[in-house]
């Protein structure tokens, strides 16, 4: 399908009121692309003479570095039944791929079996990385075939997905218990993935040595095969290996499991006294990363706070991981209560709330209640819209008490670890460019995207005069230090071809987190993908790409000249990229076509001499 590029009406000079904070205007905002379109009588990639289903949504987009998205949609048309009408496609406008279908075989590795009537996950998105690799789940027919069995994943890149894990199969660190079919296949239940090619992965287990105290597991799945990460009631660093059952034992949390580029794993998790007793109630909570093999407790409930006189971790207080939470430095972003201890009176209700950064052992403040920040005193910070990057950078969406306007409001703000935290929205503040508009802007709804080059991309409703409740109150917009704040889309008001006035624009938010410590849908190099939906429920997947394009894409060793050495790179790497990730000689079209051929050599002998 050919991409259609939408005409865009909107554009929004940056915030300068005293509340909003954004440095440098963006005069000429990203185009978008609407790469697929469904609608009644478009045909969906890969199949001429079928037709979108219009009842059932896309899963949301997630995107590469390459601008390759993955999705899944829903078909129908003769010969197309629900046995075989769920798809996943990958690629990008006119080059897609259709990596599974229900009714289709399977991936390799377990020749003879399709998927069947219920088979691709994906309703929600799949998984991918940023260097290309995406995930495929789901459940199988065939012979041999049964409920113990039939659930599997495959991860790799989209022209060589191979098997990682698979319902019954044994469990390795286990002595023979099996992988069940409650394994979290789905990214919103925790499975991430890096650049290295590992698929964490949760599972119940059964059968074997499985008993309650030790029925669940956490895995690491890669090329070099399947890993145990941890499993329910292995020891707490420090205590007897089994079968001592002196203790202490972790039970892990399954959800809101991180994993980064180097395969580390953290997590939540309680304590279980063993026979030496040393757990209570009010010491039990833990949170706990698992690097290079080697367990650590990053927090204990009831523990001093380092670097805190007289201040302890709050006894039966809880611990909550940030949506983000394990960069690749190895660092970890949590949250915590306090309370004073030996006699302290430092903690009160209006600071005992507290955003810690855990460098292997050193604690850092990142954020505390009560504190001075730009829009107003800080209050509290929603778990799910605060991510740490690998710049060692928080972008976070909380709320803050303001005498202008009165009461608390809805804050978003990015900075580096402790801060100077930057404005960039505030709840009830005019939006600038818009006549009568206001931003309506809300932790509960804030959806946030953010990169590692320091991009936030977030939703916000609008409100005011120059508001139409329903119509064109919703808004997505981005930022970052050197463009600003950009309106990137509004409901109503942005046009695409082929569709009505817009209705819903749909962002994965917070819950599109890969293993890298990035974005499912916003990249390190600038690619975003979201979905729209008109007022006829028909809906479009859109990219576009946020970091301007370089001003000489043919100097492609940037001496800031188009010569000779540029031509030699060119010719030196004639034909399909090896890695279309890593392709510096394709330059053209513009973004690349993973091959560099005579449109390549034309960009740079056309750019001949100094770059402007």
């Known amino acids: 399908m050919s991409s259609v590029l939408f005409n865009r009406r909107l554009l929004l000079a940056s915030i300068s009121c005293s509340t909003l904070i954004a440095s440098g205007v963006h005069a000429d905002p990203p185009a978008l692309e609407a790469v697929i379109v469904q609608t009644n009588d478009g045909a969906p990639p890969g199949f001429p003479n079928a037709f979108w289903n219009v009842a059932q949504s896309f899963s949301n987009p997630v995107i590469d570095e390459a601008g390759k998205i993955a999705f899944v949609g829903t078909i129908f048309g003769d010969g197309i039944t629900p046995a075989n009408n769920r798809v996943q496609w990958h690629g990008e406008a006119g080059n897609w791929t259709v990596l599974a279908r229900n009714g289709d075989p399977v991936p390799a590795g377990l020749p003879g079996l399709v998927f069947g009537p219920s088979g691709i996950s994906g309703s929600n998105y799949p998984l ?45 660190g286990t002595a023979g218990a099996s992988f069940n079919s409650s394994m979290a ?23 074997g040595d499985t008993v309650t105290a030790n029925n669940q597991g956490v895995f690491l799945a890669g090329p070099s095969g399947v890993t145990k990460v941890w499993r329910k009631g292995d020891p707490a660093p420090g205590a007897p290996a089994l079968p001592d059952t002196s203790g202490p034992f972790i ?45 650590r407790i990053v927090a204990r409930e009831s523990d001093p706070v380092p670097g805190m006189t007289d201040v302890i971790y709050k006894a039966t207080g809880a611990f909550n991981l940030a949506t983000r939470a394990l960069n690749n430095n190895g660092k970890v972003l949590f949250n915590a209560q306090l309370d004073n201890a030996n006699g302290g009176t430092s ?62 409001v809805s804050c978003l703000w990015e900075g580096p670890i402790g801060g100077p935290y930057t404005l960039i929205m505030q709840q009830g ?56 704040l950009q309106l990137i ?43 729209a939906q008109d007022v006829k ?3 479009a997947l859109i990219r ?33 990229c090896a890695d279309p990730n890593n392709c510096p000689a394709d330059i053209a079209p513009a973004g690349g076509d993973d091959v560099v051929d005579v449109n390549d050599l034309l960009a740079v002998i056309t750019t001949w001499g100094a770059c402007p």
């Open 251 to 295: 039970n892990h949390s399954a959800f809101g499991l991180h994993l980064n580029g180097s395969g580390d794993v953290l997590m939540n998790g309680s304590l279980v006294a063993g026979t030496a007793g040393g757990v209570a109630t009010t010491n039990d909570s833990v949170v706990f990363v698992v690097e290079a093999g080697i367990p």
């Open 347 to 408: 903690v009160t209700l209006a600071n005992d709330m507290i955003w810690l950064v855990d460098d292997h052992g050193t604690m850092t403040v990142a954020v505390r209640e009560g504190d001075a920040m730009a829009g107003g005193t800080f209050n509290l910070a929603n778990f799910q819209n605060i991510m740490l990057n690998n710049n060692d950078r928080i972008a976070m969406a909380g709320t803050a008490t303001n005498p202008l306007p009165t009461g608390i």
């Open 544 to 576: 576009t790409n946020l970091t301007p394009a370089p001003a000489c894409p043919a100097d492609i060793d940037g001496n800031d000249s188009v010569d000779v050495n540029d031509l030699l790179a060119v010719i030196s790497t004639w034909g399909a």
């Open 537 to 539: 429920g028909y809906r």
């Open 128 to 172: 991918n990385t940023p260097n290309g690799m995406v995930s495929v789940s789901g459940t199988m027919a065939g012979a041999g075939i049964t409920t113990a069995n039939d659930t599997a994943a495959w991860f790799g890149p989209a022209n060589n997905l191979t098997l990682a894990i698979r319902e019954g199969n044994v469990a390795p």
């Open 185 to 207: 296949l789905s990214p919103v239940n925790g499975q991430r993935v890096n650049n290295a090619g590992q698929i964490l992965i949760a599972s119940n287990l059964t059968g």
């Open 489 to 531: 889309a509004r409901t109503g008001v942005t046009q695409v071809q082929g569709l009505l006035d817009l209705a819903i624009l749909s962002l994965i938010g917070g819950t599109g987190q890969n293993g890298e410590c990035g974005s499912t849908i916003l990249t390190d190099n600038g690619w975003l993908a979201f979905s």
């Open 429 to 484: 503040t005019p939006v600038p460019g818009l006549t009568d508009v206001n931003n309506a802007f809300s932790i509960s709804s804030a959806n946030i995207a953010y990169n590692n080059a320091d991009q936030i991309v977030f939703s916000s409703n609008l409100s005011g005069p120059g508001v139409t409740v329903g119509v064109d109150d919703r808004a997505i917009f981005a930022w970052d230090a050197t463009s600003g």
